[in-house]
């Protein structure tokens, strides 16, 4: 088998990690590229911010649909979580711990930092599914253990995407809720498979946040 997803080779824009305040931890969609996802980056463009995003191998962290069984889509599910867990070490050692880390995700990407955020509970500085919902058939068990402390978590989806149920986006946001996140839930009608400004400014409003957080902390 070909070697799945490495989460410590990171491709990097906005601020250098060493130096940041905040990080972004940005997860591609099916078919994309970490240096896809960054122009998201352009798009926010919030100083102190540095932006980092793994490559998923052949450029999909899974191979089925995100509601397909589980077990369809192993081993490169759990690689790609383990790749997440990576790549978070990766930004920790450079001196961003966990609650100045926003996951961030678009499509399959969104979809893989809800899984892996509601798997591994904590607080983060953010959790960012833009067009995307929990990993799994209906019905899966969502029995998780952990809280999220408050970590803000907003879901952004269109009400006709072809690609992620409106269902599973509602669902998902109140496991995220009943796992302690500070949920924001916003359905676009008639909005299509992508990212709009509405989106857009809510992110660009968390990472200022964070920010601006860290300024408060260092004046005291």
């Keep these: 088998m070909a070697t799945l997803h490495d989460g410590r080779q990171l491709t990097r824009r906005g601020a250098p990690l060493e130096r940041a305040r905040v990080a972004v931890l940005a997860l591609h969609g099916r078919g994309d590229s970490a240096a896809g996802?960054?122009?998201?980056?352009?798009a926010l463009n919030v100083p102190g911010v540095a932006f980092a995003a793994p490559q998923a191998a052949g450029g999909s962290w899974y191979p089925y649909s995100f509601l397909a069984p589980l077990e369809q889509n192993e081993p490169h599910l759990s690689a790609a979580l383990r790749a997440v867990g990576e790549a978070l070490a990766v930004l920790g050692e450079a001196g961003v711990p966990r609650e100045k880390t926003v996951l961030l995700g678009f499509s399959q990407g969104a979809c893989l930092a809800l899984e892996y955020a509601a798997r591994n509970a904590a607080r983060y500085g953010g959790v960012v599914a833009l067009s995307g919902g929990l990993i799994g058939p209906e019905g899966t068990p969502r029995d998780l253990s952990g809280s999220l402390l408050g970590t803000p978590v907003f879901l952004g989806c269109s009400d006709v995407d072809a690609h992620i149920p409106a269902a599973r986006v509602h669902a998902s946001a109140e496991v995220m809720a009943r796992l302690g996140g500070?949920?924001?839930?916003?359905?676009?009608?008639?909005?299509?498979?992508?990212?709009?400004?509405?989106?857009?400014?809510?992110?660009?409003?968390?990472?200022?946040?964070?920010?601006?957080?860290?300024?408060?902390a260092h004046t005291r």
């Design 182 to 216: 500070d949920v924001t839930k916003r359905i676009y009608p008639g909005l299509g498979h992508t990212v709009n400004q509405d989106e857009l400014d809510a992110v660009r409003q968390l990472l200022t946040g964070l920010s601006e957080a860290d300024d408060t």
């Design 37 to 42: 996802i960054l122009s998201l980056a352009d």
